[in-house]
Every structure is written in structure tokens, then in C-alpha cells.
């Protein structure tokens, strides 16, 4: 028996591809399995070679797999494009439909099914999926009892006679398959899980699950790959709670809509990608000068210009950080996990508000859409705080004067207030202001106002701004890194491990303002340092020798190919530097 299984299913985009991949997955995750996902798929809405893979493990996971043991392919393309991740012995379930063949070299076993002959028996080959399903689940041997419930959650609501189709198309996919192979294979027998239902979500879902939990009650966004999900959970969830979502007619509504919304006093958060960043910026310096409190999540892909909206890149970081004409106090956070996407949204929220800042929390492709098991979330540790926000009644302001609402305090925080706020009336604008936000040219109102908006973040740091294992005292290699890669490292240092090469791990979680003083000693401590990172420039590496120094023991390890990378690879690379 093994502990660990990887299985793909590809065709062309609007196959059905994802649905399979969806109730698969389902299923293993109702017997206790941890997942972990991967999704290629190409930017257009129907054609185009689309493939899902799972990792299935015994143990928590957070990295693609290297090799593949069950393909299932829906075209020849897909077996072409993707045999060659296929280990010794593994396998491909075909469609007979395109007579499969396996390029030469390929050291795999195939399985021509009537996926879509047995489906159109059915009444319609749009079930061929279920018949693919099938397939799979009757090879691992798994319970089949199991499955038919996750495929009737996924089409209950279409009624029974729905349901009761697709259940017989898994039905005849596995007794099929069966009878080719003469039964289960054994080779692919997975060890039994716990048997407990773990959270199953992509990046996405829990950015929009956390933004909920911290307060947030209104989002205004432009529709955008990968970031739409966001918004499309919280279309369904946030009427719940008493909010709403606004479709924008483009970024620049979203982000100001939002503005205007958080100065009133609601929580409100937009989502975009690097496109719709870059046509934020202007609004992000208003919420910067009007010390307006702004969420904005960043799901990086490739660039520049539209670039490769459905691939992996994380080469925002410079934009997120300077891409803001003047100065302004902002805060840049990137999670690592599904559970800090979480935790993270309601940080934001609560700094945002605390600081008066704009906070932008960065994820990747890979972490916004690849679907993962999560541990359970803790809600005990959420806490709303709204920093000065005057509730209580206001003085009468001296001499009518205006409420001081840009007032000079020694943390460089002003009190806020909302509108409407008897005595609070004060003056905004996007110019610079004196403490009532009067327009002010003078001098040493400039400067004061300066040192007060940019000083008050002097020290700000999140929770774990930096993540660190530090296993040993003098590592050979440090590998620093951000965003969705923490999982991959860690895969790849267990095998340098083994071999005996010293290695500790250090995520960087916040951005900007930088935590140098938390990197400086492990960056001291280790004999080389490799910054891997999902970009052509070495923005990470940068940002670090720009803030530190070390430019003699850093390394770049780059990959900027629309792919994650894959502990093979890491691995590799590393042991080459050593």
C-alpha cells in the first residue's frame, strides 16, 4: 500500500474537466485524504488543453507532485502534453472514442475506455465526465458508496432522475475499467486515511471567508482571472451578514467606490489582479494622503500588459510597493497558506482601520485558485478593532473651527470620524491639507504632515511578518521565499536533508514596511542565501539587498515559465549552488 498518489484529468477547456476534478477530489476528501491541487488552463472560456491534478496523501501536503501515476485524458493532446510526468507503471485511462496511444519512451500502462460511448448510452455525452470519474475511483479501489454521495451533492439539486444517472455512469465506468485491469490495482492501493472531513478551498475562498469574519460587509470589484472567485463567494455569502457585492464598471470604480465606502465607515474591500492594480494606483495614493482605510488583494499572474492571465508569476512586489506616485504609508502582506489567507483578510482589516493605511494582501495564482485541505480555522482568535474611531459624542469644536481630523499626535495616528458626526465636520482632499484638511502649501505643514503619515508604520508588523525554520545554528543555504512556494521548499529540503546538506527556510510575509531587523540574523547565520521567486528580475532578491545588503551571498533562483516550481527542481538547483 502507498501513502501518496497523484492523479491528473486534461482535455479541452468546457470538457467537463473541472467538474470531474471537482467531485474526485470531493470524494477523497469526505474518506480524510489531504489535497493538494494544481489547475493549467488557458485564457478563453471554452478550447484550449485544460488539466487538474491531485496530490492525494495519508499526510498534510502543500507542493505539486513531480511525477504523475493516473492520467486520465479526454483527447490525445492531453496524453501528449502530459506523458512525460508519468511514472514507471503508472497509467492512462483514455477515451477509446480517439483510439489513445502513448508516445514512445512512456513507460505506462493504458486503458482505452468508451468514456464518451457509455455516456451517450446514458442519454447525453456531456456524462462522460462521471464515466472518467469512475474509471479512476474503480482502479484505486476505493468505496464506491463514498463517490455516489459526492456526486449527489454536486447534481441533488437537479433532482433525483439527475442524480440517479450520473451515479450509473460511475457505475459503468468502474465496472468497465474493472474487468480491463481484473480488478483494483494494488500497486495504487492507498493506505486508509483518518476518516475525518478536513476543509478543502482554494486561496480565494478563504481570502473571502477571513474578509467576512473581520468586518467587512461591502466589496466593489471588476471581475478579473484569478481573482474573480473572491467575488463570486461573496455574491452568495455576504447578503447573509447584512452586506452586498457591486460589480464596478472597471478597476478604477472598484477601488475608489471602495474608498468612499470605508471613509462612511464600512468595511469594504476590492480584489484584483496586476492589470487592474496598475489602474488603481492613482486611488491607492488618495486612501494614502486622506489616511482612508483600504483592503486590496493582489492575486499575481503573469505580466506585463495582459500577459499570461491563467499562469503563476510573482512579479507584482515592485508595483505593489512604488507603484504610488509620491509617499504614502501603505502596508503589503503576502500569506503563504490557505490559514494565513484567512487570518491575514482580518489583519488587514484591522490595520487598515488602526493605521488609516491602505493594506494590499498579495497572494499568487497558485495559492488564489490551487485547492488545498486546510487545517480547521480558529475563530476565537478573530477581534474586530477600529482603532480611533471616535464613537462617543464629540465637543463643541473651539471658535467653530473645523474637527482636527489630520491632527498631529505623538504616534502620528489622528482621530477619525465618520460623517454626520455632530462636531466632527472637516475637509478631505487629495491635496495637501493642514490638520482641519484645509489645502496648505506651507512649508512646515508639508514636512510635519510628511514625517506624520509615513512614521506612523515606522514600526508596524503583522503576525509572523517573517516565517522562519531554523533548524540549524550555520546552515549551508538559506532559501528565502514568499507566497504559494513554502510547501515546495519545505518538500525539497526534506530530500537535501536525507543527504545531509544543512538547510533552514524563511518565508517573508510582510512586504513593505520591510522587517529587515527580523531576516538580518538568519541572513548572518547561513553561508549562502537563494531567494526563489516566480519572476524574470529577482524582485524578492532586490528588495532584500536593498534594505540589507548581502549581495555577495545571495543567489537567485528564478522561474518565470507560467509554471510553479516543483521540489525537483528546487532540489536540483540548490544542490548545484552547494
Known sequence: MISQLSWKIGGQQGEGVESTDRIFSTALNRLGYYLYGYRHF???IKGGHTNNKIRISTKPIRAISDDLDILVAFDQETIDLNAGELRPGGVVVADAKFSPTIPEGVQARLFAVPITAIAEELGTSLMKNMVASGASWGLLGLPMEVFNKAVEEEFGRKGPAVVEKNVEAVRRGAEFILEQAGGPLDEFKLEDADGKIKLFMIGNEALALGSIAGGCRLMSAYPITPASEIMEYLIKKLPKFGGTVVQTEDEIAAVTMAIGANYAGVRTMTASAGPGLSLMMEAIGLAGMTETPLVIVDTQRGGPSTGLPTKQEQSDINALINGTHGEIPKLVVAPSTIEECFYDMIEAFNLSEEYQIPVIVATDLQLSLGKQTSERLD????????????????????????????????????????????????????????????????????????????GKIANLRITDAVKVDAAHANP????????????????????????????????VRQMHPFPSEQLKPHLDAAKQVVVLENNATGQLANLIKLNLGYHDKIRNMLKYDGTPFLPSEIHKACKELI
Open 379 to 454: 475563530y476565537e482568535r478573530i477581534a474586530i478593532k477600529r482603532g480611533k474611531l471616535v464613537a462617543e459624542e464629540l465637543p463643541p469644536n473651539e471658535e467653530n473651527r473645523l474637527f482636527k481630523r489630520y491632527e498631529f499626535t505623538e504616534d502620528g495616528i489622528s482621530p477619525r470620524v465618520l460623517p454626520g458626526a455632530k462636531h466632527g465636520l472637516h475637509h478631505v482632499t487629495g491635496v495637501e491639507h493642514d490638520q482641519e484638511g484645509r489645502p496648505s502649501e506651507n512649508a512646515h505643514n508639508r514636512e510635519k504632515m510628511m514625517d506624520k503619515r509615513l
Open 476 to 507: 549551508e543555504l538559506l532559501i528565502v521565499s514568499m507566497g504559494s512556494t513554502g510547501g515546495t521548499v519545505e518538500e525539497a529540503r526534506s530530500r537535501m536533508a536525507a543527504e545531509g546538506i544543512t538547510t533552514n527556510q524563511m518565508m
Open 42 to 44: 488557458s485564457s478563453r
